[in-house]
């Protein structure tokens, strides 16, 4: 539980340009320069929206990531984890190409494409390109190498002020040119960061009175090196090629420490929680396209591996010298990912079509171990059943899309076809399936008039299974068991969606998307057994939201040099309790979000200040034996300021969690499944405190 919440430290910074931190680690921060007079408008190409770097001078931008960033009403979507590679997702490409690879997201790719190489960056509506998959604003990056080596670097320090030291270790450097007809990129970034919390926590019983009190205190500390490359190759005639590589690796080490008091039927006691992780990854991959026929065929292939071992520990030692008693739980998992793919597209009667054809072979060897410790102090290993198999799933996809342009104002795209699966679970009580599923996906792009751009998507998608919850696991801090489930069948869901883009001129840019999905098959905690309890899957769902997302220049007012990035996103959503039959939210899913951005760049002057504010909430997580809601808040808020040509270095400094947001723990714990009495309510209220942060970055 830990690990993935660390993993998700930067989402605050994907989505503004001065975000807040999350408590659990830091974001990275992006730079400006000095504010002209007035911010120029963007120029109106062919429907599109195309910024030139005339348009970001005033934030002096090191790279395309920074300029990115800077798009009124623009929010990078990346592409989700799908099923092997399957066609185009995110909102991102560039010089026309979706990026390729799974490791090889699009924020480290940009962030290593110097701004000096960047021509102008196109906002699009993806129906109207010829990429299968793309819907609603989609950036196209178009950037020329040069032909000497550049660099740039960047290092970030931050510091909090209770809990965790200081991290030294953040920052990234990269490299890039070309020679001939091959244009490279390296970069090494280790986004290493903290976690930390103290403060109490109240046991109730039943009735509200007060069973126990704890007082804990925990931190994690966390190292993720990453060695990645890229290599495009300007082949004979028309033919390119692009090669992608990544070696990863990822330290994590959690510490926690608390004292229980006050129940009446146990002894005063310390607690102690340690996770450990110590993991490597690395991904090859790349494509090539040639000219053939009347077309372009292109060949894609990947290959993934990461080796994950992870411990926990927890022991527990009395006030009244009783013997200490404790467990611990050891997984070594081994993932695999092989990917091959091809592609075909061509034009005729005035329309793009593809055919595309994948075949992907998933796998997990996965060896889980779990420890009783004895009065004399050994571990004695004691049987898990469930938890050491090996599961594996071979998928191959058909698809053929056809887009075209039925008016000026009007364009579509259509894609159909189908995946077969076969998936098979060797030990823990596997067992072997194969599935037929059909996908596809149709968008519209409209043009009513120069200024609003309305997007259309119906898509049918299935998604993406994770094996591990296929095997029974432990989680010893949380008290928490998963059975394992060999039943397990990726979700099927039907997502429909309109959205609509205003631009406002110098004023900025504004978009409304309002979705809605119907899941069959949705995975949740569902009941095992006669007590056990696992992920599987539920018959259906429903989500349904809407998006607002702007972007406002002060400018026009008065207020030179000033703007103000906004988003909300409210969403609710249905799903039938396994064990109640009651009608209730997903387990866990987004009810509402709200995140404001304000940035200063004071104009004739190299100097920049702002802020942010965000709130999440969060539905309540359903298990069979308890439910509650963990989160941060209730509001994240930061402040900096910036000076953007110190000794030809951006400098910043920053203050996060300055409206002292907390980590919150609310949850009821049954004697037995939910529908049963209560066994305690527990309500807990943790300590972040403040976050100071450093970033210095430049070129060489």
């Known amino acids: 539980m830990i690990v993935v919440s660390a993993a998700g430290r930067t989402l605050a910074a994907y989505l503004l340009a001065s975000a807040a931190v999350p408590a659990l680690a830091q974001s990275a921060e992006p730079t400006g320069n000095a504010a002209p007079p007035v911010a120029p408008a963007p120029a109106t190409v062919e429907g599109s929206r195309t910024y030139t770097p005339a348009d970001f001078a005033r934030f002096a931008p090191r790279n395309?990531?920074?300029m990115l960033r800077q798009v009124p009403g623009f929010v990078i979507r990346e592409a989700s984890q799908e099923r092997g590679l399957g066609q185009a997702t995110g909102n991102v490409l560039i010089n026309g190409q979706r990026i390729s690879g799974k490791s090889n997201d699009a924020l480290s790719e940009l962030s290593r494409i110097p701004s000096t190489n960047v021509t102008r960056i196109e906002i699009l509506d993806g129906a109207t390109l010829d990429i299968p998959g793309l819907s609603g604003q989609v950036a196209n990056i178009v950037a020329t190498a040069s032909g000497k080596m550049t660099g740039q670097f960047a290092w970030e320090p931050s510091f909090r002020q209770r809990n965790t030291d200081p991290v030294f270790t953040r920052g990234n450097v990269s490299v890039s040119g070309s020679k001939g007809p091959v244009e490279y990129t390296l970069g090494l970034q280790n986004n290493s960061g903290t976690s930390g919390a103290n403060g109490r926590t109240l046991i109730y019983n039943p009735d509200l009175s007060v069973r126990e009190f704890r007082n804990d205190k925990f931190t994690g500390e966390s190292e993720n090196p990453r060695l990645s490359g890229r290599l495009t190759y300007d082949g004979p005639g028309s033919s390119t090629g692009n090669l992608n590589g990544s070696y990863q690796r990822f330290y994590y080490d959690y510490r926690e420490r608390g004292t229980r008091i006050g129940d009446p039927a146990l002894p005063d006691r310390v607690r102690l929680v340690a996770n450990d992780e110590d993991s490597y990854s690395w991904e090859l991959g790349g494509?090539?396209?040639?000219?053939?026929?009347?077309?372009?065929?292109?060949?894609?292939?990947?290959?993934?591996?990461?080796?994950?071992?992870?411990?926990q520990d927890l022991r527990i030692s009395f006030a009244n010298n009783s013997p200490d008693i404790g467990s611990r739980f050891l997984r070594t998992g081994d993932e695999k990912e092989q990917i091959a793919r091809t592609e075909y597209k061509w034009k005729a009667g005035g329309a793009d079509w593809q055919i595309s054809g994948e075949a992907a072979f998933n796998s997990l060897d996965n060896v889980s171990e779990l420890f009783l410790l004895r009065p004399n102090g050994e571990y004695e290993l004691i049987d898990l059943p469930g938890s050491t198999a090996r599961v594996k799933e071979d998928r191959y996809e058909l698809m053929g899309s056809y887009g075209r342009t039925l008016s000026p104002k009007l364009s579509i795209q259509l894609a159909a076809g189908g995946e077969y699966s076969s998936l098979s679970q060797a030990g823990g009580g596997g067992l072997s399936r194969a599935f037929w599923r059909p996908k596809g996906q149709f968008s519209a792009a409209w043009k009513p008039n120069p200024r609003t751009d309305v997007n259309v998507r119906l898509q049918r998608r299935v998604g993406q299974l994770n094996f591990y919850d296929f095997l029974a696991t432990v989680n010893l801090g949380d008290n928490r068991e998963n059975a394992g489930n060999p039943d397990l069948v990726p979700s099927q869901t039907w997502h429909a969606e309109v959205e609509g883009v205003r631009n406002l001129g110098?004023?900025?840019?504004?978009?409304?998307?309002?979705?809605?999905?119907?899941?069959?098959?949705?995975?949740?905690?569902?009941?095992?057994?006669?007590?056990?309890?696992?992920?599987?899957?539920?018959?259906?769902?429903?989500?349904?939201?809407?998006?607002w997302k702007t972007t406002f220049?002060?400018?026009?007012?008065?207020?030179?040099?000033?703007?103000?990035?906004?988003?909300?996103?409210?969403?609710?959503?249905?799903?039938?309790?396994?064990?109640?039959?009651?009608?209730?939210?997903?387990?866990?899913?987004?009810?509402?979000?709200?995140?404001?951005?304000?940035?200063?760049?004071?104009?004739?002057?190299?100097?920049?200040?702002?802020?942010?504010?965000?709130?999440?909430?969060?539905?309540?997580?359903?298990?069979?034996?308890?439910?509650?809601?963990?989160?941060?808040?209730?509001?994240?808020?930061?402040l900096f300021v910036e000076n953007k040509d110190v000794f030809g270095l951006t400098v910043r400094a920053t203050v996060n969690n300055i409206t002292a947001a907390r980590s919150i723990w609310d949850r009821i714990v049954y004697l037995g499944r939910r529908t049963g009495p209560v066994d305690y309510i527990e309500r807990r209220d943790r300590l972040i405190g403040p976050i100071f942060s450093f970033s210095l970055r430049g070129k060489f």
């Open 287 to 311: 494509d090539y396209e040639i000219a053939l026929g009347g077309g372009r065929l292109k060949f894609i292939g990947l290959n993934r591996f990461e080796h994950v071992p992870f411990g």
């Open 506 to 547: 110098a004023y900025g840019s504004t978009t409304l998307r309002v979705y809605g999905q119907l899941i069959d098959d949705i995975v949740d905690i569902v009941p095992i057994g006669a007590t056990g309890e696992s992920p599987g899957n539920l018959e259906s769902a429903r989500i349904w939201g809407a998006e």
């Open 64 to 66: 395309a990531l920074d």
């Open 553 to 638: 220049q002060f400018d026009p007012l008065g207020w030179k040099g000033a703007k103000l990035d906004a988003r909300v996103q409210l969403q609710k959503s249905e799903v039938e309790d396994p064990l109640t039959g009651e009608t209730r939210p997903i387990s866990g899913s987004l009810q509402r979000l709200v995140t404001l951005s304000l940035r200063h760049d004071i104009p004739d002057s190299d100097w920049a200040w702002g802020g942010s504010m965000s709130h999440e909430w969060y539905a309540k997580s359903y298990r069979l034996t308890q439910v509650g809601r963990q989160w941060e808040g209730p509001v994240w808020s930061s």
